[in-house]
């Protein structure tokens, strides 16, 4: 009778228990913004080319929920894009992915680069330049940022209002002229958003509708871009890294200065030159009179995340926002935020040096380069092959990953965060000698 209820028991389990797998079945192949235009369907799957790895033929799609990992061989057919060497090129760009399932892999078909530009005229495209040109001459051209809030909030070109391309219908009413012989300049980061928007307007009729196409990664190049307080105030209550710049002359700012602000007087700034974080992308927020000109100089020095507060310090104060009276700090001290699942370089040598017992190094790299050199005590499953073998995975213990780039790295932790199984990866280029030694090379 026991061994009966046993059986029984059994196969409800095995019923009511989702194969390993079966999760990401259900998770949508659509990113939300392809809804506009797009219906979700079975074996396909639209979105954002984040990464390809050339050695394992693995892609890494975004598709704004989640990530996916695809492999490509030599029967996947590609359109709109004339070798999978050229992929590299088209990293944040759309893509639809057409592919076949088989033992939890994901092998593509046919990839197809979505060339929604090809739907915006040529004399409706805009450079910097004619942007720039465009505003001057019409002075009620509107231009309007389709990014999400929040990186709009980080940073957006001056003047330009926020209408999300993902969220269009919902909040064109509240943004768009009821003249619909406005100029209209839609940008973003050079993707999808921007020409979707600007599509979406034309449809509501709107005559003079324009595609910044470069977007804002152009801009920031060699402009400065403004930083909205609601973003500044939530930067300082989490702790989020960036560096606020205080210009006024010492006097004023002891006298109350923006809670975290580092005051530079703009006279000092070639003094100050050496104490600027080496990593270019750096946010780096200036305020105070002569702010514009500050930003001018940050951005010939190299910074590509340069920007400005619209607010002085008194209507900062006035709004209510974190303020500080006193002497402010005069250096800066800019600590970066890793990538989520990202393990330090520091902590990364720590643990090879310690070979604690509870950590196992993962290294994803193919055979040949293992063969060149690997690091004592580490495991090596290929990235092309973890989806079939993560029972060789040793329970209970924590996984640091690692490739040669970390590249292959950051789609294992993918594959491995699918699989319900936590790691970190090395997210750093790491050249490994014959005799296990190894140099990291970390980003300036």
């Not at 920031?220 to 973003?231: L, M, N």
Request: glycine share 6%.
């Amino acid at each position: 009778m026991k061994k009966i209820l046993l059986v029984i028991i059994v196969a409800l389990l095995a019923i009511s228990l989702p194969a390993f797998g079966a999760e990401d079945v259900k998770r949508p192949t659509l990113a939300p913004l392809c809804k506009n235009c797009h219906q979700p369907d079975s074996n396909m799957m639209r979105g954002f080319l984040e990464n390809i790895a050339y050695r394992s033929n693995t892609i890494q799609m975004d598709l704004m929920t989640h990530k996916e990992i695809v492999k490509f061989n030599d029967c996947t057919v590609l359109k709109n894009v004339g070798s999978i060497d050229e992929l590299k090129n088209y990293k944040g760009k759309g893509f639809r992915i057409i592919f076949d399932e088989k033992n939890g892999e994901k092998i593509a078909v046919m990839i197809t680069r979505f060339d929604i530009l090809k739907s915006i005229l040529p004399q409706e495209k805009l450079t910097k330049e004619d942007l720039k040109k465009l505003m001057a001459e019409k002075k009620n051209t509107m231009l309007i940022d389709a990014r999400p809030p929040m990186v709009y909030q980080a940073g957006h070109i001056p003047g330009a209002k926020l209408l999300p391309a993902p969220d269009f219908d919902k909040y064109y009413p509240q943004v768009l002229p009821q003249d619909k012989n406005t100029p209209l300049v839609f940008y973003c980061v050079g993707g999808c958003l921007s020409p979707t928007a600007a599509m979406r307007a034309k449809s509501l009729g709107y005559k003079n509708v324009y595609v910044y196409t470069e977007g804002f990664p152009d801009w920031s190049a060699t402009e400065y871009a403004v930083t909205a307080p609601v973003w500044l105030k939530t930067a300082i209550e989490k702790d989020m890294p960036y560096v606020l710049i205080d210009v006024r002359p010492k006097a004023e700012v002891a006298a109350g200065h923006i809670k975290t602000a580092v005051s530079i007087p703009i006279a000092e700034m070639d003094v100050a030159k050496a104490g600027f974080p080496k990593q270019k992308n750096a946010p780096l927020i200036f305020y105070g009179k002569g702010k514009e000109d500050a930003a001018k100089k940050a951005l010939s020095w190299g910074y590509k995340a340069v920007r400005i507060l619209p607010y002085d310090y008194a209507e900062w104060k006035q709004a209510g926002n974190p303020v500080a009276t006193g002497a402010a700090a005069t250096t800066i001290n800019y600590v970066p935020k890793p990538k989520p699942g990202t393990i330090s370089p520091a902590e990364f040598k720590q643990i090879v040096a310690k070979s604690p017992l509870d950590t196992v190094i993962l290294d994803v790299r193919n055979a040949d380069e293992v063969a060149e050199g690997r690091i004592r005590n580490s495991i090596n499953i290929p990235n092309d092959e973890l989806i079939h073998r993560l029972k060789e995975i040793p329970a209970g213990k924590k996984i640091v990953i690692h490739c040669s780039t970390g590249v292959r790295a950051e789609m294992a932790y993918n594959t491995l965060k699918a699989a319900k199984i936590e790691s970190r990866y090395l997210d750093n280029k790491i050249d490994i000698k014959k005799d296990g030694t190894f140099v990291i090379t970390e980003e300036q």
